[in-house]
């Protein structure tokens, strides 16, 4: 039985705290070079996405950090239905006349000056609901059909129809297998997890076949040198940029492609460009980064001493793991090209907002525990 935790906090772990840091400057370093050329010839100002980043991202992910590093964590668990539920009608907002559209895609809420993600708001309280669900103590929602695997359905169903509908396929099924590792975490029969798994294969390969543009990747992965002017473009010039780096890159700041050829250099196809400008030692790096943050949330939750705050763990673990995989697996070609942005490197101030708040909390728990 899992001891309760000790409300007299220790050090955090100094180690993890460390990564994080590491990591986050280390996107901002790459990232005011992926954004320099396309600043330059859309803002005359090379330093106009790095500059938002740190505003609208940075900031807010400083605030978040704070908040989950110094509340303790146990006191998560009342916030996480309202939570659930502000994540929910964030993703229905998008659809709304406060919705922006972005290359097609309607994940962006406007307020004004301030326009944000709810997908990436709702990858944390996703999370943290489901921690607090699957932890709670008078139910046995990880062995029982009717207040585990039902319900966990409903829930995981519900989240997955708003962010396909957007359409955000790679985040849905990032957001979910996350969640699907913290239920198998928690103890759910293994006859639960198959069935889920095999349910979830089934609906994500209709929705692919019934959407010209999601078929459209398969084929193009499956055969990159088809169109290579066409479908293929992104993933052959990401392909190319990889392979010009090397071993030791060409130097920072020094792509050929980030400007005119690369598509989307700041988000999904960041990775490649750190490839090109700090060749295979540079992707080696960014590499072992995600890995030791992942292997250390895991160790961490291995030894977290009460439900609650280990489920946190594994959650953040499982989606940072299953973020950056996916990202850097894309842009080299070992999986089906998607739009998902690396942790912590690629644009986007609302991502790095909530991966700090995940960090900050993965601090407090491993203070208490």
Do not use: C
């Amino acid at each position: 039985m899992l001891l309760k935790p000790s409300k007299i906090g220790h050090r955090p772990d100094y180690f993890l705290m460390a990564v994080v840091f590491i990591i986050t400057v280390f996107g901002l370093v790459m990232l005011s070079s992926a954004s320099s050329e396309i600043g330059k010839a859309q803002f005359n100002d090379s330093y106009y996405y790095i500059k938002h980043q740190i505003t609208r991202g940075l900031s807010f992910g400083v605030v978040g950090f704070l908040l989950g590093y110094l509340i303790y964590y146990q006191r998560w668990r009342k916030f996480a239905l309202p939570l659930l539920i502000f994540g929910l009608i964030g993703l229905t907002l998008v659809f709304s006349g406060l919705g922006l559209e972005v290359r097609g895609s309607n994940r962006w809420v406007n307020l004004g000056p301030l326009s944000f993600q709810p997908g990436e708001l709702m990858k944390l309280a996703f999370l943290v609901y489901l921690a607090a669900w699957l932890s709670n103590p008078k139910a046995e929602r990880a062995k029982n059909f009717v207040e585990g695997l039902l319900p966990f359905m409903l829930i995981s169903g519900l989240v997955a129809v708003l962010l396909l509908l957007q359409p955000a396929t790679s985040t849905m099924v990032i957001l979910l297998g996350a969640g699907l590792v913290m239920y198998f975490s928690s103890g759910a029969k293994f006859k639960y997890i198959a069935g889920a798994v095999a349910l979830g294969i089934l609906v994500l390969a209709v929705v692919i076949y019934a959407t010209p543009y999601r078929r459209a990747r398969i084929i193009t992965f499956l055969n990159p040198a088809a169109d290579t002017q066409g479908e293929s473009y992104h993933i052959n010039q990401a392909l190319i940029a990889i392979g010009s780096g090397g071993l030791t890159g060409v130097g920072y700041g020094q792509s050929a492609t980030k400007a005119s050829y690369l598509p989307t250099p700041i988000d999904d196809s960041i990775f490649a460009v750190i490839a090109e400008e700090l060749g295979f030692i540079g992707a080696a790096f960014v590499i072992t980064l995600f890995a030791m943050l992942t292997i250390r949330l895991f160790w961490l939750a291995k030894n977290t001493r009460d439900n609650f705050g280990r489920l946190l763990l594994v959650g953040f673990g499982s989606i940072i793991a299953l973020q950056s995989f996916t990202n850097m697996a894309a842009i080299s070609g070992i999986v089906p090209l998607t739009g998902v942005p690396l942790p912590f490197i690629s644009f986007g101030g609302t991502a790095l907002a909530a991966f700090l708040t995940m960090s900050g909390m993965a601090l407090n728990v491993s203070k208490y525990t």
